[in-house]
C-alpha cells in the first residue's frame, strides 16, 4: 500500500498480505498475529518486537558489498567490521549481533569503561575490540588487561594525553601492550543531522601537528610498532555521500604520510559509522542519496586509488556502522485507546425516508467521488453545509437532517484529502488541520521515541491491518504522557493517514519501524514509563517462536529503579488502607489484594478490550 511507503524504508522485510502487514521471511507471519499471541498471555501496553534474521541480513549485506568492492578491483586489503555498543547495548539486541557476526569476525566497539567490559564478555578471542572516546588510566587499563587476555583490541587515541598515559601504563607494566590507533581531527565534515562529529572543531581526533607529536612520542617510548590504525568519523546517518568520499581522500593521504614518517606497522583506516537507513516514507523527502554498494564501492575505490598513487600497500577498512545494522531489528507496536473526533462515522447516519434535498445530492457526492472530481465535489459539499445551516436555522429542516450533512460532509472532506494528498493546496492543508483525527497511542514517544522528541527524526509508521482498505482519516498521534510534547503532529508535507476504526467493536493497532537504533538506549522515563516489554520472535520454514520475553517494570520495579524502598511504599499503602473504613472483612482483604495486583503490572495503561 503506497500510502505507508513500503517500497521506500522497508528494504522488502515487511509486506501486505490479505490486508495484514506480515513479516518477509520464511514462513511470513503476520504482526498481528505475533501480538496477539503475546497478549494473549496478559501482557498489555506497548510491545517491542526483536527480529535477529533482519540483523543477519545487514551484516551479510555490509561485508558481501565491500568484499564485492574489494573483488572487484583487485583490492590487496582485507574488510572488518565494528558494532558501536552505544547504538544499543541491550542483552537480546548484542547477543544476536554477536551470534549472528560472528562468522564475520564482526566485532565490538565501547566508548566507556562498562562498554569495554561488555565487549571484553561477549567477543571471541580473535574478534576485533575497538574502544574509541575519553579514557583515564583506569580505563586504559582496562585496554591493556584485555590485551594480554587475547583480545584483537585497539585504543583510539582521542589526544596527547592519552597517548601519555597509554605510554605511561606501559613503563609500569608487564601487561601486554594493546594495539593504538590515532582518531585524526580532519578538516571535512559530515552532512545531515549530525555533520558536527566532523570537521576542525570536531569534538574528538588529533590535529595534524598533534600527529606528528603522537609519533614521535610513540618513537621515543619504542611502541611505534604498536600504532595500527587511524581512525575518522564524519558523523551519523549521512545523508549525502560526496563528504565521505572528500573525508577518505584526506585520510588516506594522512595515512600514507604516516607510513612515509615510518609506522610501518600500520595497516588499518577506520572510516567510522554513518551509513544511513532509510526513516522517511514520503517519496519527496528521502533520507539519503546512496546504496550500501555504492558506499562500499566509493571507500575502497577511493582508498586504493590514493595509496595506488602513493605507492603504499593496501590498508585494511574497518567500518563502525550500528545503525545500519540494528535500526530494522525492532519493531515497536502499540495499540490504539482512543479517538478524539469519531462523532462524523457513517454508520450514525439516520436517513429518512424522504430526505431534504441537498442530503440527497450530499449522499451522491459522497458516493461518486473520484481523484478527477474530487475538489470539485468538495467544493459542491461545503457549499451544501452552509445552505444546510443556513435552512437549519430557519426551521425548514431538524436536527437529524443537519446531522447527516454534517456526517457526510465530513466524510467527502475526509475522502478528497486523501485523493488528493500527492498535490495539496493551501485549501486543503487548512481543511488537513481542521478534520486530523487524534489517536491516543498507549506509549511514551520521550520513552520509545527520543529521537522524535529531541531531533523531530521521522520513523515509518502504520498500521498492522486494515490494510485491504484505503486510510482516510488525517492522523495525529498523542501519546499518553501527561505532557504537550508527546505527541506526533499531523504534517501536510509527510500526512499520515490512518483508518476509521470502532473501537468499541475491535482494537486497531500501529507499528513503529527502524527503531533499533538509538532509541531504546536515550528513551527517557518521562513520567516513570519505563522500558516496554520486549520479545525475540525467531522464524522458521512453519511458524516462528516467542522467546526472550523481557516484561516492562512493574510499579514497584520502576519506583525501586529510582530510589525508593519497595517494602517501605507497600507497607505504608497497605496501612492506610487497612486503617480506613470498610463494611465487611471481605471486601477489605479483596481490596488489598487488588492493591497488590495493581502494583504488580507495569505502568502503562490497560484496556478492557
Known amino acids: 500500500m503506497k500510502e505507508f511507503g513500503l517500497d521506500i524504508w522497508a528494504n522488502d522485510n515487511f509486506l501486505i498480505d490479505n490486508g495484514n502487514l506480515k513479516v518477509n521471511y520464511k514462513s511470513k507471519p503476520a504482526l498481528l498475529d505475533i501480538i496477539e499471541s503475546i497478549r494473549d498471555n496478559n501482557t498489555r501496553g506497548p510491545i517491542l518486537l526483536r527480529f535477529p534474521h533482519l540483523i543477519k541480513k545487514q551484516i551479510h549485506s555490509l561485508y558481501t558489498n565491500f568484499g564485492n568492492a574489494i573483488e572487484a578491483i583487485n583490492y590487496q586489503g582485507k574488510f572488518n567490521a565494528v558494532f558501536p555498543l552505544k547504538v544499543n547495548q541491550f542483552p537480546n539486541a548484542i547477543d544476536a549481533i554477536v551470534k549472528e557476526g560472528k562468522e564475520y569476525g564482526y566485532g565490538l566497539e565501547a566508548g566507556s569503561k562498562a562498554e569495554l567490559v561488555l565487549a571484553m564478555a561477549k567477543v571471541t578471542k580473535n574478534t576485533n575490540i575497538t574502544v574509541n572516546g575519553f579514557k583515564d588510566k583506569e580505563m586504559i587499563t582496562l585496554g591493556f588487561i584485555a590485551a594480554q587476555s587475547g583480545h584483537d583490541i585497539t585504543l583510539t587515541v582521542e589526544g596527547l594525553n592519552e597517548l601519555e598515559t597509554i605510554i605511561e601504563v606501559a613503563s609500569e607494566s608487564s601487561l601486554k601492550v594493546p594495539n593504538i590507533g590515532i582518531r585524526v581531527r580532519l578538516h571535512s565534515s559530515g552532512s545531515g543531522t549530525w555533520a558536527k562529529s566532523g570537521g576542525m572543531d570536531a569534538k574528538f581526533g588529533l590535529t595534524s601537528t598533534e600527529i606528528i607529536e603522537a609519533v614521535n612520542l610513540l618513537r621515543d617510548a619504542k611502541l611505534l610498532n604498536r600504532l595500527s590504525m587511524i581512525h575518522f568519523h564524519i558523523g551519523s546517518q549521512m545523508d549525502d555521500i560526496s563528504p565521505m568520499k572528500k573525508a577518505l581522500r584526506e585520510a588516506g593521504n594522512i595515512y600514507a604520510e604516516l607510513r612515509r614518517m615510518g609506522a610501518k606497522y600500520l595497516e588499518n583506516i577506520n572510516i567510522g559509522g554513518g551509513l544511513a537507513v532509510e526513516y522517511d516514507q514520503h517519496s519527496t523527502a528521502k533520507s539519503r542519496n546512496y546504496s550500501i554498494e555504492e558506499f562500499s564501492n566509493s571507500v575502497v575505490f577511493v582508498i586504493s586509488e590514493i595509496m595506488d598513487a602513493k605507492n603504499v600497500k593496501h590498508p585494511n577498512i574497518f567500518t563502525e556502522s550500528g545503525r545500519y545494522i540494528v535500526a530494522s531489528h525492532a519493531v515497536l507496536i502499540t495499540p490504539v485507546l482512543e479517538l478524539f473526533s469519531q462523532d462524523y462515522k457513517e454508520n450514525l447516519l439516520n436517513f ?215 517494602d517501605e511504599i507497600l507497607n505504608k499503602l497497605e496501612v492506610g488502607l487497612l486503617n480506613s473504613d470498610f463494611i465487611t472483612e471481605k471486601e477489605k482483604t479483596d481490596t488489598l489484594l487488588q492493591l497488590q495486583s495493581l502494583l504488580e503490572q507495569n505502568g502503562y495503561l490497560r484496556t478492557t478490550n
Open 352 to 566: 429518512k425516508e424522504k430526505n431534504p434535498p441537498l442530503i440527497d445530492e450530499l449522499q451522491y457526492l459522497n458516493k461518486q467521488l473520484t481523484e478527477s472530481n474530487a475538489i470539485e465535489y468538495l467544493h459542491d459539499a461545503l457549499d451544501h453545509m452552509e445552505s444546510i445551516l443556513t435552512l437549519f436555522d430557519l426551521g425548514y429542516i431538524d436536527l437529524q437532517d443537519r446531522s447527516n450533512g454534517e456526517i457526510l460532509v465530513h466524510n467527502i472532506i475526509k475522502k478528497a484529502l486523501f485523493l488528493k494528498s500527492s498535490s495539496p493546496t493551501e485549501e486543503l492543508e487548512q481543511l488537513q488541520m481542521k478534520t486530523q483525527e487524534r489517536y491516543l497511542i498507549n506509549a511514551s514517544i520521550f520513552q520509545s521515541l527520543p529521537d522524535y522528541w529531541g531531533l523531530n527524526q521521522h520513523f515509518p509508521v502504520m498500521p498492522l491491518h486494515h490494510l485491504n482498505t484505503a486510510p482516510h482519516r488525517a492522523a495525529a498521534l498523542w501519546d499518553i504522557t501527561c505532557d504537550s510534547d508527546g505527541e506526533i503532529g499531523f504534517n501536510p508535507l509527510k500526512p499520515l493517514y490512518l483508518h476509521d476504526v470502532d473501537l468499541d467493536h475491535e482494537e486497531y493497532f500501529l507499528g513503529f519501524f527502524n527503531i533499533g537504533a538509538y532509541q531504546e538506549t536515550l528513551g527517557m522515563n518521562h513520567n516513570l514509563f519505563t522500558k516496554p516489554s520486549e520479545y525475540t520472535i525467531d522464524i522458521n520454514d512453519e511458524s516462528y517462536s516467542i522467546s526472550h520475553n523481557i516484561e516492562s517494570k512493574s510499579i514497584l520495579e520502576i519506583l525501586n529503579s529510582i530510589g525508593y524502598k519497595e
